[in-house]
Structure formats: C-alpha cells, structure tokens
C-alpha cells in the first residue's frame, strides 16, 4: 500500500472564498510511535464524529509514507473499504461514530524536507505546521480540527534516551530488548499542525517557574550535551517571557511543563508545539564567546514570540490557514512589545521598521506581493512572509494606537473571553477589539484584504498664522488587485519651535494631542489638517513612532531634518530624519544632481556635532550616524541602480570618515571595552564602537585598527563586526585572517554560520567566485537551511551590488543553487526566490538576465513550492 507511484500533478489553487467547515470532528487521537533503526512505525486511532452530510471520510496524507493498515471500529478494512491516493484516503462508507485506526510506516532518515518526521543531528524531531501531520499518519490535517492527544513513544534506550511529546508527562519504563517507553497526555485539544514528538540523546538544563496563581512549572531546555552551557539565556529569557505574559496580559502557562529542544536542521527559527517547542539551534544557544548582542536580542525575542503563541496561535488558533495572520501577526506584535520592554524601546521600533522595509516593503511592491490575509495559495509555507508576520503586525499596532493600550488588554481579554480553545479568524479578532473599545473599525479591516505599501505624502501650506498639513495618501497596483482604496491609519505628528522645544499648536478637525504627539486618523485619499497659530520657524515631526507601515514622503528641506535629528525627542523620527537627510543626498549622487565629494554641510555639520553628543542613548546615536542601507536607497528610486548606490555610499562613508577623522577616532578610543557583560549600556557601547570603526575602516591605517579590534576582542559581537570589514576589505593578509579564524571556531556550527555570512556578504568584487567557492568548501552543507542561509541568502539580499553584477553571474549563482537545494528541502529552497523576482525594478539589461535565470529554473524545478513563486515571479 504505497502511494508513492501515483501520478505528480501540480497542486490545485486553494481559496480562502471556498472555505467548507470539517465535516467530521475528533476527539481525542491516541499515537504510538515505534522507532526503530531505518524505519518508523505510527499507529494513530482517533474517535470521529459526523459533523456534516458526507457518507465517506477523507484524511489528508502525502507521499513519503506508506501505509500498513486501517481498522474502523476495531475491525481491519480491505482494498474496496477505501481509496488510497497520493494525497489522500478515503473511507468510503463510515458510520455516525466511529473509531480508526490507521498504522503508516516513515523513513524519517530519508526525510531531507524536514518536515513531518525526521532526523536531525542523530535524533528523531517533527515540524508539522502548516501541513507536516500529514506525512506522519493520514489524518484531518486542518487547523480547525481540535483534538486531545495521546502519545505512546518507543525507542532503544541507549541511543534514544529522551522521549518526548506535548502536554504533561505520563508513565514511562523499560521494555525487552534494551527499549523503554514514555507516555504523554495534552489535555488541550490542538490542530495536527501543533503536535510535536522528539526521541534523542540530549542534555536537558532544566529550571522552573512558579506562575502568578502559585502552580510550579518545570522547564526543560534539551540540547546536545555540548551545547547545555549555552542554554541559560534561552532559559532566563524563557522566564522572563512568562513573567512579562503574565504583568502585561494576565496569561498564565496552563501546563505542568514547558520544553524546548534545539535541533540544528530546521527550516525556519523555532515552532511554538504545545508545551514542546522545537527551536532552531541559533535561536537558543548563546555564550559571549560565540554569539553577538543581536544573536542574544533574537534569542530572547524568539524565545518569547514561541512563548506567546501559547496563548495567540496555541489556546485560540486559526480556523484556515488563510487567517495565519491572526496567531503570527498578534504574536510578532506581542514579541516586539516584550522585547521593547526588555531592551530599548527606541532602538527596538527602528530595528523592526528597519526590517519591515528592507523584507516587508519589497514583498509589498513586487510580484509576491499578497494581502496580510491572503486569498489563494498553491502552497502554504510560501505564505510564512514578512507581510504576514511584520506587516501583520504593524496592523495590529495601529489598532492598539487606534483604540489606545486600556481598550486593546480589554480587547485581548475578550477576544480569550469568546474564543478559548477555538479555531477562529481575523475577523473575530477584530470585532473584539471594536466590541471592547467601542470604536467603529469597519473601515480599517481593509488593512487586512489590500496589499500593497500606501504611500503618504504631507505638504505643510502657511495660511496666516496658520499651518495646515494635506496628507494624501495612495497605494500602487498589485498582482491581482488593480483597483486600491484609501486605508484608515494612524498619523502621529509632533510640532517643535525654532528652538528645538516640543510645542501643541491647538488642531482644528479630527485629530487629538497625546503624550507623544498629535494623533491624525486619515481615511481618505485627501485629507488636510489646520495647526493654530503655528510661529514661524517651527518644524513638524511626522510619522513619530512610523504608526503606519506606509512610504512617506514630505517637503522638509535638509535644514529640517538636520534640525529634527538635533532635537526631536522622538527616537524614530530623530533617525528617520537623519535617514533622510543621508539619502536624499545619495539620491541625488545617484541621478548625478550631486557630486558626492560636495557634502552639504547639513550633513557634515549634523555628523560632527553627533560625534560630540554625550546625551543621546549610543545605541541610537550608533543608528544616527549610520548611512541608510543600499536596499533603503534603492527602494526610493524607480529604476534600480545597485553599484551607483554602492558607489555613491561608500564615497559618503569614507567623506565623513576623512572630514571626522580626529573626532571618529577619538570617540572610539573613549569607548574602550570594560568587562564585557549583557547589559543594556554595554551593549549600546558595543553598537556605537562598531558603527564607529566602520568609517574608521575608511582611514590609512584602518588595516591596524581592525585587526587591533579583532584581536582583543572578548566577545564574538566585536570580533565578527571586525571581521565582516576584513572580509570586504583589500587588507594584506585578510585571506590568512579568515583562515585563522575558521580554524579557532570550526567546531562550532553557529559561528562558522556568521564565518561564511561574512563572506557572502563581501563587497569585493571577486564576491560571486567566493561564494562559488565556498560553496564547495568542505563545512557547506547544502541540506542544512542555517548554512545554506548563511552563504547564500547573505549574498542574495545583503550583497546588492554583487548579487546585481552586470554580468549576471550573481543571478545564475542564485537560480542553480535554488534548483538543486529543489530537491533536497523545497520549502528552504522557495524562500530563496523572492530576489529574482524583482527584476521589474531593474535596468532592462539585468532584466532580461534575472528573466532569463528565472526560466532556466522554472525548467528544472520540481517541488510546487517553488514552481509557485517562479511562476509569479515570471508574472
Ligand atoms: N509557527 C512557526 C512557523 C512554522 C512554519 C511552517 N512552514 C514559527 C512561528 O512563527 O512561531
Ligand atoms: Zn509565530
């Protein structure tokens, strides 16, 4: 009984318009597992029910399985009983109630997909969301079939010391033959999608926390044995997320323990399984010597964010796929909030627009481009995007600036209040937000259904002594979605005298003065706003805190932002001016309007005068005197440019760098290491000094600086920002450096990860025969995601002028590495196309070589996965 010989049709289009609810329910599945050497064996019995008016029961499977057996009701059922498919099988005939057992056999070993059940470092793991269950046993695998599950897991002793699975741990003991067994009850019913199963010999950290109603959980962090000591921050993260959940949300953990297991092949960062969360290696292993501040900042961040679905994705989960939003976008938000709480507030918001725009915004603006609730799929893992998970959460950020944090807890309250333990949508959760605030939110769902970045443009007009800010706003066409509607969003404005102090100007028409500036609500397309007796020289400070996720556009001239980036008390828009301020200047390098050699002296004099500010926290002030991104450049010019922006950058750089020299160095020299420690003042140290020694790269003599730095550094957050700049510089011996420092940290998988980053990452020119290059290297791995990511994706998305290489080597390197990790891990291997599909950006050279490599690729790809994204790529 295997399905594998079955015809290989391409999946069919599924829409969310022809939504059906299950027609059978389950209540509770009772899994065993028997692992053996080569194969294992599942037995799932699961009671259904008739729920609606169908005779025979459909389960979903896949391919890789075969199956073994089906009994209904105890008694085994023959060929004729049922109709085994591909993807499929049918029951034919089944009664009201009824019980099934259905026994499959896997090859986890063989499973190089990682998804389902597979092998990851010599222990057995499972990822099943979104539709992993389905290759473990045939099953209803939809995320709006709850049931209660039981799972039995037996394995050999010596090599599979831990059995695990979701919920509270049951009975456990030894069996012949040198095998045990472990029991598992959740008493929780959840989707397949959350079922997690893990045997392997692992070192467990284990610690606990008591809960605000006094209940004692224990929490295991299961790691290789090796690896345990670089557990505690995860572990100490972990607690302060629970804590944090509890203070902000009033949401408790609802299980006797909590257990994460790191496993080092995994296709995305972690899976939030109920009370088993699996996680990506990098986002739980973190020493000083190994990893950066950003590494402990993802740690942390992801840690809570698997935390947080327990209550937003886990208790309330989605009721289709196409409402993935729901968990991952509330949860994103709840993870942002949290990490905001823990770290800086101010440097938290810029790092997430930051992301936002350099992921999200191309996303948006390109041929992937999809509404936050999509419509369609072929494939649901192509829908993990950042207009899911970011932008979505940026819809649930302006709903929280809408209704304000009291009316957004008492919503979150509600929306447990209707939906605990159900499959719901977008839309519930969004009526509980209006229910609980009163605020009509009809209009603002829109966010939800158009894709697509709006563009906001403010033009101030003087009329006496009057200011009036016109807003307008516009959102471009995208695939499938012609026509666009103005959007509800929030606009926060601030006002500031000639002086540089925070004034309120009174506001004629709809709009409201907050603690953090003035709160305008624009629902239309046109929309103007009159400012009462505004002096003169008074400069407004527009989109504070980036409320909505839109394009700004403005008339504020080099003086005003030079003046904004001294005195706005507002970070975001501090840096957001100083954002402006450097691009526009590039721009117009770009367009040959400036000579880059000519830097107004907005810019200089802004620059120098940030150097001697002593007020200004040093992670933002890091920020401030850091050049907008080549991605940030190019997403404000129609035709894309990327060695005309590289260029013109590198030239502002080492401009500053020549102008400041004395300045540069001599701040560096202040901010000397003491010992190193986590704390958040050091760390905003650290930003400065490496923002710093970036331009002092440009310096004669930097040869010295960079590997001083390197050299003494204590911490792996200095020594990787040093050796990014050796890898990207012409310094004599930096091929010796980069051997040296392979050879110190071979043994270890994360930090050869950044080794080969860094690399890919390089702005040299001979960049694409590296990468090619270390492709073959003996550490590359083609079938591990972190390390195909960190050469290849370093190189794709952060490397824009050497991916762009006019000779499209960059873009052939790209569509041959796609092809063949195809084979091997298609889901991994379709998040790597969205850089292709930007061509219609480009110059009409490159256009036709991104074209011409994306056809070679739609020629040999076999998964739907990535024929998905080819084809709309190709558009
Ligand atoms: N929910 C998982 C992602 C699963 C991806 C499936 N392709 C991680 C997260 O968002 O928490
Ligand atoms: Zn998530």
């Known amino acids: 009984m295997d399905a594998r010989a079955s015809a290989n049709a391409p999946k069919q289009e599924i829409r969310l318009a022809d939504y059906q609810p299950p027609a059978f329910s389950i209540e509770t599945i009772d899994l065993v597992f028997r692992l053996e050497d080569e194969v294992a064996v599942v037995e799932a019995t699961s009671n259904f029910k008739r729920e609606g008016d169908v005779r025979s029961l459909t389960l979903d499977g896949g391919p890789y399985m075969s199956l073994k057996r089906v009994a209904l009701n105890g008694v085994e059922l023959g060929g004729n009983a049922y109709t085994l498919n591909r993807e499929s099988l049918s029951i034919h005939e089944v009664p009201d109630a009824f019980t099934l057992t259905v026994v499959t056999e896997l090859r986890p070993k063989e499973n190089t997909r990682l998804e389902g059940l597979y092998f990851s470092g010599g222990n057995y793991c499972t990822q099943c969301e979104a539709e992993g269950f389905r290759h473990i046993t045939y099953y209803l695998d939809r995320p709006d079939v709850l049931a209660r599950y039981n799972v039995r897991i037996e394995a050999d002793k010596a090599k599979f010391p831990v059995l695990l699975s979701n919920g509270n741990p049951g009975a456990m003991g030894d069996l012949a033959g040198g095998r045990h067994f472990a029991e598992w009850h959740d008493p929780h019913p959840k989707p397949a999608y959350l079922f997690a199963m893990v045997a392997g010999k692992l070192g467990c950290l284990t610690d606990s926390f008591t809960t605000a109603s006094g209940k004692e959980v224990t929490l295991n962090i299961y790691a290789a044995e090796a690896d345990l000591a670089k557990c505690d921050y995860a572990m100490a993260s972990l607690q302060r997320s629970m804590k944090w959940d509890e203070e902000v949300f009033g949401l408790e953990y609802d299980l006797d323990v909590y257990n994460i297991v790191a496993v080092s092949d995994f296709n995305m960062g972690a899976m939030e399984n109920k009370g088993l969360n699996v996680f990506n290696t990098k986002y739980v292993l973190a020493s000083p010597a190994t990893a950066t501040d950003a590494d402990f900042d993802h740690v942390e961040g992801v840690i809570g964010h698997e935390y947080f679905h327990n209550w937003t ?60 609730r999509p419509e369609k799929y072929i494939e649901i893992n192509n829908f993990y995007t950042a207009t899911v998970y970011n932008k979505g959460a940026e819809v649930i950020r302006m709903m929280h600036r809408l209704i304000g944090a009291d009316a957004f807890r008492r919503g979150m309250d509600l929306y447990f209040e209707r939906h605990d333990g159900q499959a719901v949508t977008c839309e519930d959760f969004v009526c509980a937000m209006e229910d609980a605030s009163g605020v009509d939110l009809k209009h603002f769902r829109l966010w939800y259904s158009q894709a697509g970045t709006p563009s906001l443009t403010i033009k101030r007009e003087r009329d006496g002594t009057d200011l009036i800010l016109k807003l307008e706003q516009q959102t471009k066409a ?42 305008l609500e624009l629902t239309a397309a046109h ?83 940030l150097l001697k500010d002593t007020v200004t926290d040093r992670a933002l002030l890091a920020e401030l005197l850091t050049l907008p991104s080549e991605i940030a450049i190019g997403q404000r010019m129609d035709v894309l440019e990327p060695s005309k922006i590289f260029d013109a950058r590198e030239a502002l750089l080492a401009g500053l760098a020549k102008a400041n020299s004395e300045a540069l160095t001599s701040l560096y020299m202040s901010l000397k ?112 995601p972190n390390r195909l990511r960190s050469l290849v994706t370093s190189f794709s998305m952060l490397n824009q002028a050497r991916f762009h290489e006019a000779d499209g080597s960059g873009y052939r390197l790209l569509a041959d590495t796609i092809a063949r990790v195809d084979k091997i891990n298609p889901q991994t291997a379709a998040r790597l196309v969205a850089p292709l599909g930007r061509w219609r950006r480009m110059g009409e050279d490159r256009q036709v070589l991104m074209k011409t490599a994306l056809e070679r690729l739609r020629a040999q790809v076999e998964s739907d996965d990535v024929r998905e994204l080819v084809d709309k790529s190709l558009g």
């Open 673 to 784: 290491p003491g010992s190193y420690d986590l704390k958040q003042e050091s760390k905003a140290q650290r930003r400065l000094r490496n923002a710093l020694l970036r331009y002092i790269s440009q310096l004669p003599g930097a040869d010295d600086v960079l590997r001083a730095h390197l050299d003494g550094a204590d911490n792996m957050t200095d020594r990787i920002a040093a050796l990014a700049m050796i890898a990207s510089s012409d310094m004599a011996d930096r091929e010796a450096v980069l051997e040296a420092f392979y050879t110190e940290w071979q043994h270890d998988d994360l930090v050869i990860d950044k080794w080969f980053a860094v690399q890919g990452q390089s702005t040299r020119k001979d960049a694409v025969a590296r990468v090619l290059e270390l492709m073959q290297h003996p550490a590359f791995k083609l079938a591990n």
């Open 478 to 519: 995208t695939p499938g979605q012609g026509e666009k509607k103005p959007l509800h969003m929030p606009v926060l404005v601030g006002w500031l005298d000639a002086d540089g102090n925070e004034i309120q100007p009174a506001l004629e028409g709809e709009g409201v003065w907050t603690e953090d500036g003035c709160l």
């Open 313 to 372: 994705g886990n208790r309330v989960t989605c009721r289709d796929w196409f409402q993935l939003s729901l968990k991952e976008g509330l949860t994103v938000f709840r993870d942002q909030e949290f990490s905001s709480d823990m770290t800086s507030r101010a440097v938290k918001r810029l790092d997430d627009v930051r992301t936002l725009r350099m992921i999200q915004f191309p996303e948006d603006g390109g041929p992937l481009a999809h509404p936050v």
């Open 527 to 609: 929309q103007a706003y009159r400012f009462r007796d505004v002096p003169d020289g008074a400069v407004p400070s527009l989109l504070r805190a980036f409320t909505a996720p839109v394009s700004l556009d403005h008339d504020l001239s080099p003086t005003e932002l030079a003046f904004l980036v001294k005195h706005d008390r507002d970070a975001f828009a501090r840096w957001e001016a100083a954002q402006y301020m450097y691009g526009d200047f590039l721009l117009a390098c770009v367009a040959g309007k400036a000579n880059v050699k000519d830097v107004p002296s907005e810019i200089s004099t802004t620059f120098s005068h």
